[in-house]
């Protein structure tokens, strides 16, 4: 089945088919949701209008949030105080984000490009933290040793306005509260101005950055993105960005779907060999929307 949307033909089955696999990919690693969801509304659907494109993306990662978070909360991989924190931080960055890019990248010519300079950037962040050889131990470790975490390890055991502490498997962290609430904000303009989650930005803050153990990121990032995206869709929403009903409600199915499965699937999953693929495909989509152009007058190859 296909509909107009946009003043564009779109099948259906493919925007169902590629929403799980955006459901997937966000609630399992905690990050490029918006990013995918983008490409497929820029590429994929062919979609012209960039801030539809932009409350769309939302949208849909708020959906995945919301059903992904409860997931990661019943097994105790998220700490709440953290995500909170970084969501509040990001109500103004939110608002701040979605406002100028609702004004200055109103069309695809001018957003598309800054849209694939950060797909590149993170899918060059991405491959080189898997070979990079530190990072590469820490994700060796991380998968030989996330089968035996359990939830149930993670204890909070100082709060206050200075500093909050958590145990988790046997080893102590701790971060000021002003830190998550400064990360919020930061991450929130980027997110907000290019319609995406944030997820490729807070996933790297807070385990190489803070130091948070990987196996609590994913949760906590959703946490704090579903107030991100709650914030800067509603406002993209309120100066007049539109939707189609029917792709939208196809698309949100799709995320149900995937994100339901995500966070089970996060447990059993090679995490070297995930983010490898992940890279790979973001590298592509990245280089082509950032040089596409280019290449179609040298070599008369449209790379995506």
């Known amino acids: 089945m296909t509909i107009d949307a946009f003043g564009v033909e779109i099948n259906l089955l493919l925007a ?40 769309m993306n939302q949208i849909l990662i708020f959906t995945s949030t919301l059903i992904s978070v409860p997931s990661y909360w019943k097994q105790r991989r998220l700490i709440i105080s953290l995500g909170v924190l970084l969501g509040l931080g990001s109500i103004a960055g939110a608002l701040i984000g979605s406002t100028l890019s609702y004004r200055f990248l109103p069309d695809l010519k001018s957003y598309k490009p800054l849209f694939g300079v950060f797909t590149l950037a993170v899918a060059l962040k991405m491959i080189y933290d898997l070979f990079h050889t530190k990072k590469k131990e820490r994700i060796k470790e991380i998968e030989s040793g996330i089968s035996k975490l359990s939830g149930s390890d993670l204890r909070t055991t100082h709060l206050s306005v200075k500093k909050i502490e958590f145990e988790f498997a046997g080893k102590t962290y701790s971060f000021s509260p002003l830190t998550p609430l400064l990360a919020g904000f930061v991450v929130a303009v980027v997110s907000s101005s290019l319609g995406v989650g944030g997820g490729f930005l807070l996933v790297p803050f807070m385990v ?23 914030v800067s869709a509603g406002n993209y929403f309120k100066m007049g960005a539109r939707i189609d009903p029917a792709l939208l409600g196809t698309e949100v199915m799709g995320i149900f779907l995937g994100s339901l499965v995500g966070p089970h699937l996060s447990k059993y999953l090679k995490e070297r060999k995930l983010r490898l693929l992940l890279g790979i495909l973001l590298l592509y989509i990245g280089l082509g929307y950032t040089f596409g152009g280019i290449i179609k007058r040298l070599f008369g190859i449209r790379v995506v």
């Open 208 to 230: 190489s950055v803070m130091g948070i153990p990987m196996f609590l990121v994913p949760g906590t990032s959703a946490l704090s993105i579903l107030i991100t995206m709650l």
């Open 16 to 55: 169902f088919l590629w929403s799980i696999f955006v459901g997937l990919v966000f609630s399992t690693v905690g990050a490029a949701g918006g990013i995918l969801a983008g490409v497929g509304h820029i590429s994929v659907f062919g979609i012209p209008q960039a801030n539809s494109i932009k409350l």
